[in-house]
């Protein structure tokens, strides 16, 4: 056989030409396949597979990929009930009714395949792909497993009676068993109970720092307008213009004078409702606390040494 750009040339028996088809594809033909009797399949670089009866030069069928990858494969599969072809490119592995083109079954690869084997009377398949492993698929419909994988069979038949009690169809999908539903799940994402974990975990850290005493430092110098700016947080302290109104003394703000009162009357309710988990300490105060500490600390050298 000897196959050019747009046309197919066979001669089996003898070096002389004995037929020739048009392909009516503008692309270069890169597979060819017959089945063993006056069936010719076509693969085009367009991804179509096209059927012919070499005895005419119109196609009985053609079969689109819709990847415009070239066809790598075909394979035909004729049995006593039905007629398929079997073909791939680099993107998907189609199973089709020689007849009308309608889909037995269908694999889309992650990684393109280069070539596909096919175990006749089986129905095992190889794939050579771009991947580091050859990709095994199994299809029961197609035939049964080689006489050195026999066990397949038996996992196939274990496997749909599971299926029947734990899947139940209804309208466009099926009810699933919860059951199955989490091993599927766990394999699909076999971190997600440490995920669960690590956020239990995180929710348990944040609820006891809500419950922890919040200690903030307050200036010397108008330690209630401080106060009030660390509960709202304006973060005035942290602004350089409004700096010497927390550190200069000639700042202060004599909330006990009668003007202040008048001006601000619910001073006292909003002290009151100001957060009941943090404290607020002064630069006096801080200095006080440090002073016990380094204290304490002396008197615990002194009775270690003793």
Not at 70 to 81: G, L, M, R, V
Not at 115 to 133: H, I, L, P, R, T
Not at 191 to 201: G, Q
Request: glycine share 4%; net charge neutral; charged share 35%.
């Amino acid at each position: 056989k000897q196959w050019y750009q747009r046309r197919v040339r066979g001669d089996p028996r003898s070096r002389s030409r004995c037929s020739a088809l048009a392909i009516p594809d503008t692309t270069n033909i890169t597979c060819l396949q017959s089945n063993k009797t006056l069936q010719l399949g076509v693969g085009t670089e367009g991804g179509k597979v096209i059927v012919y009866d070499i005895r005419s030069t119109k196609p009985l069928i053609t079969k689109d990929h819709y990847y415009e990858k070239p066809i790598n494969s075909i394979f035909f599969h004729n049995t006593d009930t039905e007629n398929l072809i079997i073909s791939a490119c680099s993107r998907s592995f189609k199973i089709w009714q020689a007849d009308t083109g309608a889909p037995f079954t269908a694999i889309e690869s992650e990684e393109d395949i280069c070539d596909v084997a096919w175990y006749e009377g089986s129905g095992m398949f190889f794939f050579a792909n771009e991947g580091q492993k050859m990709k095994t698929y199994y299809i029961p419909a197609m035939g049964p497993a080689p006489k050195w994988c026999w066990f397949l069979d038996n996992l196939t038949e274990e496997l749909e009676e599971s299926t029947e009690n734990y899947l139940r169809a209804y309208m466009h999908g099926f009810f699933i068993d919860m059951k199955l539903y989490r091993e599927v799940k766990d394999i699909v994402n076999p971190f997600a109970f440490e995920e669960y974990k690590k956020s239990l975990v995180e929710k348990k850290l944040a609820s006891q720092m809500k419950d922890r005493i919040t200690v903030k430092k307050l200036p010397k110098v108008n330690k209630s307008l401080a106060k009030k700016d660390m509960h709202k947080g304006s973060k005035l302290m942290e602004d350089d213009r409004f700096g010497t109104l927390f550190t200069n003394p000639d700042f202060e703000v004599d909330e006990r004078s009668e003007t202040f009162r008048l001006i601000n009357p619910t001073v006292r309710k909003q002290e009151a409702k100001s957060s009941e988990f943090t404290r607020y300490i002064s630069e006096d105060e801080e200095e006080e606390d440090e002073e016990d500490l380094l204290a304490a600390k002396k008197m615990k050298k002194k009775k270690e040494m003793k």
